[in-house]
């Protein structure tokens, strides 16, 4: 079995319509099945529940996702290791949710899931780039708003050339490669 560390929150990184949920939802079964407690945090879902009074200029975007931070904080302190799928599109905010999550005593391990623009327009699960092309939705991360691509992430999956299982065996050899640097 694989051991991690006791702390830690796994934090899926990519454009709208990279493939960041899917994997998440792939990794907690697997992960369920090695004995440790999870759950999938979707910035969608989180957003609904949590942040239904924001819309996503970049100040709203920060405001949700430093509210995802803290769920995430509460979670890895209680022993259950959040799988978050979130947008994430500015380096800044991403290496203070890092320097935040980790002071606590919390490993965080950003995964980029990379992915071409153009295949995300092509898969366009919510219809999110065709209103954004057509002038419906203003600030589309990757199109009027930029997507800064993590520039040293733990870990690097692209969906454009790999599977579903090339990428969630990736992230848990990864995990395990970060499990024997921290208990060696």
């Known amino acids: 079995m694989t051991i991690l560390p006791p702390q830690m ?4 990184t990519g454009l709208s319509g990279s493939g960041k949920t899917t994997i998440a939802r792939a990794l907690k079964p697997r992960l369920d099945e090695l004995g440790y407690k999870c759950e999938a945090l979707d910035g969608d879902v989180v957003r609904k529940e949590l942040s239904p009074d924001l819309g996503f200029t970049k100040e709203d975007r920060e405001t949700h996702a430093r509210r995802v931070v803290y769920l995430c904080k509460l979670l890895s ?15 800044n905010f991403r290496a203070y949710a890092r320097v935040d999550i980790e002071s ?12 071409s623009l153009d295949s995300c327009i092509k898969r ?3 219809g999110l780039y065709k209103k954004a092309l057509a002038g419906e939705i203003k600030d589309m991360t990757g199109l009027q708003d930029p997507y800064e691509e993590p520039l040293n992430p733990d ?3 692209d969906t454009d050339a790999m599977s579903l299982e090339d990428c969630t065996s990736a992230i848990l050899s990864q995990l395990e490669r970060l499990s024997f640097a921290t208990y060696a």
């Not at 929150?9 to 899926?12: D, Q, R, T």
């Open 9 to 12: 929150v796994l934090w899926l």
């Open 77 to 91: 302190r209680n022993g259950i290791l959040p799988i978050v799928s979130l947008i994430s599109p500015y380096r």
């Open 104 to 115: 606590e005593g919390s490993k965080f391990v950003e995964v980029y899931v990379k992915c």
């Open 124 to 126: 366009d699960p919510k």
């Open 155 to 157: 870990l690097t999956v």
